[in-house]
C-alpha cells in the first residue's frame, strides 16, 4: 500500500521578480528532496496554455524543479497531464475534483489534497508508482 508521506505547494508572491520566484521554488524542491531522498520524481510535461505568458512561466518552473531533482540524483519522469489523469481517473479528461477525490480514494485519504495543485502532484506521484510497478510486472526497467 502507498502512504502520503507529505503534501503541499510552493507559494510565491506575484509581484516578486520570475528570477526571484525561481529560487523560491529551487529551494523549495531542493529543502525537500533533502528532506525525503526520493529516488525518483514525477513531473508534469509541458502542456500549452491559452495565455502564452503562463505556459512560458510555468516552463521556467519546471525547469528549476528537474535542475533541483537532477542535482539530488532522483531519476525524473514526466508524464503528460492527461496521462496522469487517465492513470488515476480512468479518462483524460477528469476534472481537478475529480483527480482530487481519486487521490484521496486510492491513498485512503480522510480528505483530498488541497489545494488542487497539491492533488496533481500527487496523482503525478501514483502514476509514476503505477507505471513503475506495470513496468516491473512486464519485466520492463
Request: hydrophobic share 45%.
Amino acid at each position: 500500500m502507498s502512504v502520503l508521506v507529505e503534501c503541499g505547494v510552493i507559494r510565491t508572491r506575484p509581484k516578486d521578480a520570475l528570477a526571484a520566484r525561481l529560487v523560491e521554488i529551487f529551494d523549495g524542491i531542493t529543502e525537500i528532496l533533502a528532506r525525503h531522498r526520493p529516488d525518483a520524481i514525477a513531473v508534469e510535461s509541458v502542456f500549452y496554455s491559452r495565455n502564452v505568458r503562463t505556459t512560458v512561466t510555468l516552463g521556467h518552473a519546471r525547469g528549476v524543479i528537474l535542475l533541483a531533482g537532477q542535482q539530488a540524483g532522483a531519476r525524473i519522469h514526466e508524464y503528460p497531464p492527461a496521462e496522469i489523469k487517465k492513470a488515476i481517473c480512468g479518462t483524460g479528461a477528469a476534472s481537478k475534483e475529480q483527480v482530487q477525490f481519486m487521490v484521496a480514494r486510492l491513498l485512503r485519504l480522510k480528505h483530498p489534497p488541497s489545494p488542487a495543485d497539491a492533488a496533481d502532484g500527487v496523482a503525478a506521484a501514483l502514476t509514476c508508482l503505477m507505471t513503475a510497478r506495470i513496468d516491473a510486472l512486464a519485466g520492463r526497467r
